[in-house]
T-cell receptor, first 114, second 113 residues
Framework: AQKITQTQPGMFVQEKEAVTLDCTYDTSDQSYGLFWYKQPSSGEMIFLIYQGSYDEQNATEGRYSLNFQKARKSANLVISASQLGDSAMYFCAMREGTGNQFYFGTGTSLTVIP | SQTIHQWPATLVQPVGSPLSLECTVE??????LYWYRQAAGRGLQLLFY??????ISSEVPQNLSASRPQDRQFILSSKKLLLSDSGFYLC????????????FGQGTRLTVV
């Protein structure tokens, strides 16, 4: 079974609008971490935001927030006030507390339309 | 501060030739190290990870191998490249614990011709 599932291969959003990128995960561990990364066309991987499994509050970092729904095993990324520079691939990732693997989803390509 | 170096940035190799990609980390000790491959327009596939010198775990059986001869050095190798080995290879490191993010190198674009 896939550890991380991202069901949106591509998304479009109007500049200045908000957009939600979906991510569901699969683990039987109680302790785990969820991450989102941005990959622009240059290929570099940029860390955006982190949510721990025991965190009760949704994580926020500037215009990024993580909508964490533990019972549904979802960790959606919300980008508010989209900018043209937000156009990139976005990857959801998970690290389980009992292991050392760092699993990534297949990614969502986001295009911001002027 | 910690930094991760990965080279070369681009590589064009003929089918059947050997491969050696190197990754080194500075500013930290005993990192977990990872090799990922990303096919064009696709997600990141975990190839190998290592928790210590000489300790290699393989996620996907394939034409590639990995080695960790030193604490902060991780090498991806192949004896004979296949066309299907083309892709974008990323090295990453993390600290211990589920809450530590992965830090990535700049990646190597490998084209096998």
């Amino acid at each position: 079974a896939q550890k991380i599932t991202q069901t949106q291969p591509g998304m479009f959003v109007q500049e200045k609008e908000a957009v939600t990128l979906d991510c569901t995960y699969d683990t039987s561990d109680q302790s785990y971490g969820l991450f989102w990364y941005k990959q622009p066309s240059s290929g570099e991987m940029i860390f955006l935001i982190y949510q721990g499994s025991y965190d009760e509050q949704n994580a926020t970092e500037g215009r990024y927030s993580l909508n964490f729904q533990k019972a549904r095993k979802s960790a959606n990324l919300v980008i508010s006030a989209s900018q043209l520079g937000d156009s990139a691939m976005y990857f959801c990732a998970m690290r389980e507390g009992t292991g050392n693997q760092f699993y990534f989803g297949t990614g969502t390509s986001l295009t911001v339309i002027p | 501060s910690q930094t991760i170096h990965q080279w070369p940035a681009t590589l064009v190799q003929p089918v059947g030739s050997p491969l050696s990609l190197e990754c080194t980390v500075e500013g930290t000790s005993n990192p977990n190290l990872y090799w990922y491959r990303q096919a064009a327009g696709r997600g990141l596939q975990l190839l190998f990870y290592s928790v210590g010198i000489g300790q290699i775990s393989s996620e996907v059986p394939q034409n590639l191998s990995a080695s960790r001869p030193q604490d902060r050095q991780f090498i991806l190798s192949s004896k004979k490249l296949l066309l299907s080995d083309s892709g974008f290879y990323l090295c990453a490191w993390t600290g211990v614990g589920a809450g530590t993010e992965a830090f990535f190198g700049q990646g190597t674009r490998l084209t096998v011709v």
